[in-house]
């Protein structure tokens, strides 16, 4: 997989100073799980932060990083096709080394930090694009199976109640899990209805 950090450092936009914001070009995921990329990228962040000591870190369906209930961090995909050729992008940023009091008192309430927890930067930069990289040949090797298996474990949406939009539809249920696809399934009024999470 070839995987290139096309931007680090302080975001000029809308993420405080002391975060880690960066994108990696990605052109070698298997044909028929190229829309479960955020997924994947999903596994790949929970595998480095947990491999440097942030063990609680869970998924919030499909693409938010937590700890406990509040957000630390997310992930964005974008991807393109022409003819046989297709690449992608995976935009994953982290409140790495931002301190909560630089948030507004209304995103404080609900974010998290890794600046208490002395995790360098550049470092868990280092860790993430490793992470995504061995993740994309986990799943050449061995489907997604792996990488839902992670999510499952560390499924922060389960057993929440959750408002989707769907079809120009809202439904209103519990989350009840991710499925074998990687799809999250809602029970709505007693009967399952599964949601895709395709990119």
């Known amino acids: 997989a070839a995987l290139v950090a096309i ?4 975001s000029a936009w809308a993420s405080p100073a002391g975060g880690l914001y960066f994108s990696a070009g990605v052109d070698s995921i298997p044909i028929g799980v190229r829309d479960r990329l955020a997924l994947i990228a999903a596994a790949a962040a929970l595998s480095a932060l947990g491999s440097v000591g942030v063990a609680s870190a869970g998924i919030w369906w499909p693409n938010d990083l937590m700890v406990g209930d509040r957000k630390l961090g997310g992930i964005l995909c974008e991807s393109i096709a022409l003819g046989q050729a297709w690449a992608a992008v995976v ?5 790495a080394q931002t301190p909560l009091e630089a948030l507004s008192p209304e995103l404080r309430g609900r974010a998290a930090s890794l600046a208490d927890r002395g995790v360098n930067a550049e470092r868990l930069l280092e860790v993430m694009l490793r992470a995504l990289e061995g993740t994309i040949e986990q799943v050449h090797r061995e489907g997604l ?3 839902l298996k992670l999510l499952s474990a560390h499924d ?5 109640s959750v408002t989707l939009e769907a079809d120009g ?3 209103a249920g519990v989350a009840a899990g991710i499925d074998d696809r990687g799809d999250l399934r ?3 009024d007693g009967e399952m209805v599964t949601f ?3 990119t």
Do not use: E, S
């Open 156 to 160: 922060t949406l389960r057993g929440q």
């Open 186 to 188: 809602l029970k709505v």
């Open 91 to 95: 935009g994953i940023g982290i409140n």
């Open 145 to 147: 199976v792996p990488v």
């Open 7 to 10: 931007a680090l450092g302080l």
């Open 169 to 171: 539809r809202h439904f």
């Open 196 to 198: 895709p999470a395709a």
